[in-house]
């Protein structure tokens, strides 16, 4: 004979199947996401050392247009003094 207790067993048995399943799923998905984390943190580090290098190439950048600046505008200086000849 099956008593409500027998029933109430039984429905503790799945109950604690689908804890143990939902467990398994959960450990799963923080494994992931500690993965992406860590390859979210990796990413980032490099995009900060590619910017770093962008923005010394850029300060390299600017300095020799100063440069090429300051030689068009002396070579200008001297096309002007030549016309006035």
């Known amino acids: 004979m099956v008593t409500n207790g027998g029933r109430k067993g039984g429905n503790s048995d799945a109950q604690y199947a689908r804890i143990i399943r939902r467990l398994d799923s959960l450990e799963g998905i923080t494994a992931n996401l500690v993965r992406y984390g860590v390859s979210l943190r990796n990413d980032v580090r490099r995009h900060d050392k590619a910017i770093a290098r962008i923005d010394a190439n850029l300060e390299r950048l600017s300095e ?20 006035k000849r």
């Open 64 to 83: 020799s247009l100063i440069e090429i600046t300051d030689k068009l505008n002396a070579l200008n200086d001297v096309v002007d003094d030549l016309r």
